[in-house]
């Protein structure tokens, strides 16, 4: 943990946070250690832009995930949802 806040101390650019951030550095396999937490409510979202036929995902929280907002491009067009999935803490 003192690596991580050092890192964000000097501001050199080497640290990340946030689920969109850290899902974009772990595809490109740009870390070198990954801290979790374990209380994060985050749903994994897959959608398809049926103009492009572009596959997205997107990480959210849940409030996020009630707004239909985050379902639609820019245009207003809603994207097709492929598949929903939802990650909730473990119970202790």
């Not at 501001?11 to 396999?29: K, N, W």
Request: with cysteine; charged share 35%.
């Amino acid at each position: 943990m003192s690596n991580y806040y050092t890192e964000i101390a000097k501001d050199t650019g080497m640290f990340c946070y946030g689920v969109r951030d850290t899902i974009t550095a772990l595809e490109s396999s740009a870390l070198e250690a990954l801290i979790v937490f374990e209380e994060l409510e985050c749903e994994r979202i897959e959608m398809k832009d049926t103009v492009t036929e572009e596959t997205l995902t997107k990480y959210i929280s849940p409030e996020r995930a009630a707004d239909d907002s985050n379902f639609k491009d820019r245009q207003g067009v809603a994207y097709d949802i492929l598949a929903r999935e939802q990650s909730k803490p473990s119970a202790k």
